[in-house]
């Protein structure tokens, strides 16, 4: 069975850097796209990004793009998302998510198995 354990959240500053592991277990990562979504408390999840399962395609909100970038280490079975130049606006939960297509409207209906989180704090 697929599970997926997210780490490195935290609590930094706008503009600084954290980077988001994502840990698949029980399967081979390179036979899935790996999606990235954060929820805000009284707001739906959102996409933020996805990679295709060999890495070859990669998507992102308008929101992040030029600032977030996703990466895929199949021979590690490790997904990656860097945030830089960290905004208050991206403090939420975020969440990767194992699915078959990344699209850039990322259905997460699309996505069969999901992580349990991690925080993403962005205060001064």
């Known amino acids: 069975q697929l599970q997926l354990v997210e780490s490195g959240g935290g609590l930094v500053q706008p503009g600084e850097s954290l980077k988001l592991t994502c840990v698949a277990s029980?399967?081979?990562?390179?036979?899935?796209?790996i999606g990235w979504f954060r929820q805000v408390p009284g707001k739906e999840r959102e996409g933020v990004s996805c990679?295709?399962?060999?890495?070859?395609?990669?998507r992102y909100a308008d929101s992040v793009k030029g600032r977030f970038t996703i990466s895929k280490d199949n021979t590690r079975n490790t997904a990656f998302l860097q945030m830089d130049n960290l905004k208050t606006e991206d403090t939420a939960v975020y969440y990767c998510?194992?699915?078959?297509?990344?699209?850039?409207?990322?259905?997460?209906?699309?996505?069969?198995?999901w992580g349990q989180g991690t925080q993403v704090t962005v205060s001064s």
């Open positions: 029980g399967v081979i990562l390179e036979n899935y796209a």
């Open positions: 990679i295709s399962n060999r890495g070859v395609t990669t």
């Open positions: 998510a194992a699915g078959y297509v990344c699209r850039p409207d990322f259905r997460e209906h699309e996505y069969d198995f």
